[in-house]
């Protein structure tokens, strides 16, 4: 259970990126935060692990508050927090294994790291996921040889590796295509079936929001202004998330399945840079 | 259609320098202080004329080269020189790296950074052969006081180019292995070194190559080395042994700047 209260984040530039937000998140909940660029989901997220240092409130993960640690608790909270990244994040230049295991580096001392010498249960656990996303045949690749979907994939499994009890994720489908956007969603949903994880999904596209989180979470200008199921996204809640367009094409009809076809998938400037989004790191 | 009937719009491509009367000023400016600073060098044309026989003979002095009668003492300059050569490049790295890494904004805190940059700074403001003399009196004369001005060089030339390399890297990447609970000496190691190694191994390379040129300089201030050498036999009018040494450097340099080259490509 992941409790947040009264959450603020005021940047050194003097902007108010987040405006008190309280939000609980349930084990084994799927949410998907929805919001317009600048809204604050890359803030609320990397708050969370504190990537970006909040400036007032607090957050607690199964009763340990988050908020206030020092530096080597911090690290020990971060291993129970996996994080995905739009764009993947992947460190290019080290191979598909060395990106895996880099998820175990909170786990294990610096010269076993530095030598690359993790225990061999970690090795296995690697292959197994590797295995599990369909890419073990790539483990001494390097990471900037595969495609857009292989290396979110290999992100996902950096992430669990760590043994997580929740999933933050940033954009996981801002660079792919719609069918490689819906089949990572669907592996993060899986994967979070499988481990009874909960998750925090940060999203612009609002159809695969509806498509694959149970609960969605719309955020603007720092504020929550939508909590609900994702069938209680109408033209009217849209607008207040977004403002005024016409929506007609973006909400999910009761009675469509979930493989809505691939050119209703709606862009909301998903080509963004991905500098904009790392908030807080300059 | 009206587009043909419209006169068509000129356009120029803009001066570097917007306002006119500066532009016009500095180029004059530029031109006429050419044009004095020709005027009023001084050449003796006879004197040239005169020199030009002692010149040739001055040349012709240099040939054949003579490897021969000084073997011993070239043979012991080089190895000076090679050994002062990798040992103040592998020296002057390693205490690059850390200077390096404090000097790079987006990971070190403040006043690190300030040291290191500081640091940086009094390294690069002095030329290789200043330093030589410095550290030639300070040390006396011979290959130590060589390595130590190469190191130092190295320091400031090294750790620079890392910092801004550091400074030019992909954030996303690093900030992913912080967020895996990784330490800081993990996250150098995972986040940030496999993003700056190849052109460190490249610059690392280069500056090997840098380094046996700088030293036989250096060995001309009293630093050591081939350099040393190469002054004595100078001093002693001894041209065909200077010959055979400037000809043992040429090639050396060019075995040097060939394979560290060939080493780069294989590295991108």
């Known amino acids: 259970m992941l409790r947040i209260r009264g959450l603020i984040k005021r940047y050194r530039a003097g902007d108010l990126a987040l405006n008190g937000i309280d939000l609980d998140v349930p084990d084994g909940q799927v949410m998907a935060l929805i919001g317009p660029s600048g809204a604050g989901k890359s803030t609320v997220i990397r708050c969370i692990n504190r990537l970006v240092e909040p400036t007032a409130g607090t957050i607690a993960l199964n009763d340990s508050v988050i908020t206030g640690l020092g530096a080597s608790e911090l690290r020990r909270a971060r291993r129970r927090m996996g994080m995905i990244f739009q764009e993947y994040a992947l460190v290019e230049r080290l191979t598909v294994m060395e990106n895996v295991l880099s998820g175990r580096l909170g786990y294990v001392g610096f010269w076993q790291s530095w030598l690359r010498k993790f225990p061999q249960s970690d090795i296995d656990e690697a292959f197994r996921l590797l295995q599990r996303v369909g890419l073990d045949h790539m483990a001494d690749k390097r990471a900037d040889e595969l495609s857009g979907g292989q290396r979110q994939r290999v992100g996902i499994c950096r992430a669990l590796i760590q043994n997580p009890e929740l999933l933050l994720v940033d954009e996981p489908t801002a660079s792919l295509d719609p069918k490689t956007s819906r089949q990572i969603m669907r592996l993060i949903k899986e994967l979070c079936a499988e481990r009874k994880l909960s998750a925090i999904i940060n999203i612009h596209d609002v159809m695969l929001a509806q498509m694959f989180a149970e609960r969605i979470v719309g955020l603007k200008l720092g504020e929550v202004v939508y909590d609900g199921p994702p069938d209680g996204l109408t033209a009217e809640v849209l607008t207040s998330i977004y403002g005024e367009e016409d929506w007609s094409a973006t909400i999910r009809k009761a009675d469509e399945s979930d493989e809505a076809p691939a050119d209703n998938v709606v862009p909301f400037e998903a080509s963004l840079p991905s500098r904009d989004r790392l908030a807080g790191l300059t | ?268």
């Not at chain 2, 003579?66 to 020189?81: A, H, L």
């Not at chain 2, 190191?151 to 690093?174: C, H, N, P, R, W």
């Not at chain 2, 200077?242 to 050396?252: D, E, G, K, R, S």
Request: net charge neutral; with cysteine; aromatic share 14%.
């Open chain 2, 1 to 268: 259609m009206t587009i043909a009937a419209a006169a068509p719009r000129r356009w120029t491509k803009p001066p570097l320098i917007k306002r006119a009367w500066l532009r016009w000023t500095l180029g004059l400016g530029a031109a006429l202080y050419l044009a004095l600073a020709f005027g009023t060098t001084d050449v003796n044309w006879h004197r040239v004329w005169e020199g030009l026989p002692r010149g040739a003979q001055f040349i012709k002095a240099f040939f054949p080269p003579d490897f021969v009668s000084r073997w011993d003492e070239i043979v012991e300059g080089i190895s000076e020189t090679l050994w002062m050569t990798v040992v103040s490049t592998v020296v002057g790295i390693a205490i690059s790296v850390p200077v390096g890494i404090g000097a790079a904004r987006n990971i070190a805190p403040v006043p690190v950074y300030y040291v290191c940059r500081g640091i940086l700074s009094v390294s690069r403001s002095f030329q290789e052969v200043i330093l030589a003399i410095f550290f030639v009196k300070l040390f006396g004369f011979g290959p130590f006081a060589g390595f130590v001005t190469l190191s130092f060089a190295t320091v400031g030339f090294y750790g620079k180019l890392l910092a801004e390399d550091i400074e030019d890297m992909d954030a996303s990447q690093a900030e992913a292995v912080r967020a895996t609970g990784a330490s800081w000496l993990q996250w150098i190691n995972f986040g940030v070194q496999p993003q700056v190694m190849p052109r460190m191994i490249g610059l690392g390379l280069y500056r090997l190559d840098i380094n046996f040129r700088e030293s036989a300089v250096v060995g001309i201030v009293g630093g050591g080395g081939i350099g040393a050498t190469l002054n004595t036999s100078f001093d002693r009018y001894e041209f065909d042994s200077a010959a055979a040494i400037v000809l043992i450097i040429i090639a050396i340099v060019m075995l040097v700047e060939y394979s560290s080259g060939y080493l780069r490509r294989w590295v991108q």
